[in-house]
């Protein structure tokens, strides 16, 4: 259930980064059911978000410390830009980089306002 609940949280916090931030666009991607294919898109994403960040992410974030501390923790946020997204078209490294971004704040202030 709590895979499920993150899912849906990461697929709220990539909503908002697809509004706020010129560059992604949502919905890409048809899966033969109409207008629902933006909403299946967001929690498509979010769902291999979750996963990336529960397995993968903590991988690579042990095999960038060097330069993670070289950067003072900026490098996060690249490593945020990295992470694959289903259904979405980003307009360049800008747009994933200001994304991450978004991302990662809705991220932590909805995960405060609506624990597990």
């Known amino acids: 259930m709590k895979i499920i609940w993150r899912a849906l949280i990461n697929a709220a916090a990539i909503a ?3 509004f706020f931030v ?6 890409n991607t ?4 109409g207008d629902a294919n933006r909403y299946i898109s ?5 769902l291999v ?13 042990l095999l960038s410390a060097p330069i993670t501390c070289l950067t003072l923790g900026l490098f996060h946020f690249v490593i945020g830009a990295l992470v694959p ?3 979405f078209h980003l ?3 800008v ?8 991302i990662a704040i809705v991220g932590v202030v909805l995960s405060w306002i609506l624990p597990d």
Do not use: S
Request: hydrophobic fraction near 55%; avoid cysteine.
């Open 49 to 61: 978000l979750g996963i990336v960040n529960a397995f993968i992410r903590p991988i690579i974030e």
């Open 22 to 27: 010129p560059g992604i666009t949502v919905g």
């Open 91 to 93: 307009d360049g490294p």
């Open 42 to 46: 967001l929690l498509a994403t979010g």
């Open 30 to 33: 048809d899966y033969g059911y």
């Open 16 to 18: 908002v980064a697809a």
């Open 95 to 102: 747009a994933a980089f200001l994304g991450a971004i978004v």
């Open 85 to 87: 997204v289903l259904g």
